[in-house]
Nanobody, 127 residues
Framework: QVPLVESGGGSVQAGGSLRLSCTAS????????MGWFRQAPGKEREVVGA????????YYADSVKGRFAISRDSAKNTVYLQMNSLKPEDTSVYYC????????????????????WGQGTQVTVSS
């Protein structure tokens, strides 16, 4: 599995916005559920949200609902995470990953169902 490549992280003040991107070669994102995850220092990696391969169904963690949105550009084989109204507690390394199962019917929030972890991109939100 070729690791995915995340980009777009940076430092912003609380209330600001960032858009993260996730790209990869060799895997068609439109056939897989794509997930975004994050891991803060000293904490376990957690799911942020996921986009179903049909492009219509989404899942978001309660902590980001209404603030974050996942989208996909199939022509570019790129998935985005738009993050608005950022809070200091959003500070983490953000990762994307693909579902291990092609064409899954639903969306799994279980990290164990995902693969292709890249190096991640750091997001720092200051108060």
């Amino acid at each position: 599995q070729v690791p995915l490549v995340e980009s777009g992280g940076g430092s912003v003040q609380a209330g600001g916005s960032l858009r993260l991107s996730c790209t990869a070669s060799g895997r068609i994102f439109s056939s897989y559920v794509m997930g975004w995850f994050r891991q803060a220092p000293g904490k376990e990696r957690e799911v942020v949200g996921a986009l179903h391969w049909n492009g219509l169904m989404t899942y978001y963690a309660d902590s980001v609902k209404g603030r974050f949105a996942i989208s996909r550009d199939s022509a570019k084989n790129t998935v985005y995470l738009q993050m608005n109204s950022l809070k200091p507690e959003d500070t983490s390394v953000y990762y994307c990953a693909t579902d291990r199962r092609i064409g899954r019917i639903g969306i799994s929030p279980d990290l164990g169902d995902y693969e292709g972890w890249g190096q991640g991109t750091q997001v720092t939100v200051s108060s």
